[in-house]
């Protein structure tokens, strides 16, 4: 791979996207390739292969998807299934057309079953019941994960899935009700101190643990499965779709979280869970070894990187 190489990011404006477009800039790449929104709707294949019709791409990466919270993903079942699979067949099949070097697909680690061993290895993809509040969004990933797995046999396309732990950084969704986890406790802890309430309300027990990467870690593994040499994944997959989980074996519990967002934003009042709502997943903690074997370590300590994250909504 070389820095003159064209690298089309999907969802560049997106949490996953920009943090990738930052760290391609700051290693040289001058031929990023990005499309707007506004102007093309990633769903729409025929659009999208005219766009690039006398375009070269040299490398994808599909951080463009759906993605949000345990109450957006229970809201809108319908539209984070046929939005994300709709995105994923367009983008795959114009890989294939392309006949794109390499394709990087981020999935999730919502693919794997509510109730399997921990630390969960990707072989456990499709081995049990997923978890009923975004069942819908990860139905869609694993159909697109198994479209990257016959793109990869019938037609040799190289393809790379990452399954990314719980996702957070500085341009996150920071909704109190569709984003995730971080920046939605953030945003209600940040209202409650604006408001000098003596109170938070937060949904669920907060007993569950959750493993978090920052954005810019998650941009570093893209990077480097962008730039991993072939003889090396096919000594350690064969001929085989490589699935790689990227986590940081870093846990805490969701109360912890919310202690830790209270204490860096100086608020003193109490922190009250809404135990009537669902918790989702207990424990979702991955198995990162296959891609720290072939290389890849993650640098951010979640206490700093969250602590940076609420630094930077402050300035």
């Known amino acids: ?29 001058k031929n990023l390739i990005t499309v707007e929104k506004k102007k093309i709707d990633l769903r729409n294949y025929n659009k999208l292969e005219y766009y690039f019709r006398k375009k070269k791409i040299d490398y994808m990466v599909m951080s463009a998807a759906r993605a949000g919270g345990i109450i957006a993903n229970s809201r809108n079942q319908k539209d984070f299934f046929l939005e994300n699979i709709e995105i ?40 049990g019941k997923l978890e009923k509040t975004n069942q819908c969004y990860a139905i869609a990933k694993i159909a697109g994960i198994k479209l990257c797995e016959a793109l990869k046999e019938d037609y040799k396309l190289d393809i790379i899935c990452l399954m990314p732990t719980n996702v957070y950084g500085n341009n996150d969704n920071f909704n109190k009700v569709n984003g995730h986890v971080i920046p939605a406790i953030i945003t209600k802890v940040e209202e409650a101190k604006r408001e000098k309430k003596k109170k938070v309300n937060l949904l669920g027990t907060g007993k569950p643990l959750r493993e978090f990467i920052h954005a810019e870690d998650l941009a570093s593994a893209i990077l480097f499965s962008l730039k991993i040499k072939k003889k090396i994944i096919q000594k350690q997959f064969g001929y085989k779709l490589p699935i790689l989980n990227v986590g940081t074996n ?20 109490k922190i009250l869970f809404d135990k009537k709502s669902p918790d989702g997943t207990f424990r979702k ?24 994250v609420i630094e930077n909504r402050k300035n």
């Not at 089309?8 to 790449?29: P, Q, R, T, W």
């Not at 795959?92 to 999730?108: S, V, Y």
């Open 250 to 269: 870093q846990e805490f519990t969701i109360k912890k979280l919310a202690e830790l967002i209270s204490k860096y934003l100086s608020f003193n009042g």
């Open 1 to 29: 791979m070389k820095t003159s190489d064209r690298v089309f990011v999907a969802g560049h404006n997106g949490l996953v996207g920009s943090a990738v477009i930052d760290l391609l800039k700051k290693k040289g790449f």
């Open 88 to 127: 994923q067949n367009s983008l795959l099949k114009l890989a294939l057309k392309k006949k794109i070097k390499r394709t990087i697909f981020l999935g999730t680690s919502c693919i794997y079953p509510k109730f399997t061993k921990i630390p969960i290895k990707e072989s456990s993809l499709l081995s």
């Open 285 to 308: 903690k991955l198995d990162s070894s296959l891609i720290n074997k072939l290389g890849w370590l993650p640098n951010i300590h979640f206490k700093y990187g969250l602590k940076k």
